[in-house]
């Protein structure tokens, strides 16, 4: 992946395909600014998939780390992988 583009919203909207072209054919992503701040990002699909697949697969292992934890600590009041899976994706939504 080549470094990133900086564009304005402004200047994204007025070239649009050249910057999904960019993404995908030259592999560069775009961090879109709005009033001088950093708000997204247009990257090729693949490598948002690929980001995504390495984002889930982190946040199960520390998952897996977090249940073998408690469970060496001992099951007194300890909760399932299921139960604390699911209050830890509750917080990040």
């Known amino acids: 992946m080549s470094e990133p583009v900086i564009a304005s919203m402004a200047e994204v909207r007025s070239h649009l395909a050249d910057v999904l072209d960019r993404a995908r054919r030259d592999e560069t992503p775009t961090i879109i ?16 998939r690929h ?15 977090l249940a073998d934890e408690a469970e060496a600590e001992g ?19």
């Open 33 to 48: 600014t709005r009033r001088g701040k950093q708000e997204a990002v247009v990257l090729d699909i693949r490598e948002y």
């Open 51 to 65: 980001l995504r697949r390495l984002a889930e697969q982190a946040e199960e292992e520390w998952l897996n780390r």
């Open 75 to 93: 099951a007194e009041g300890s909760v399932s992988i299921e139960e604390m899976a699911a209050v830890l994706r509750s917080h990040h939504a």
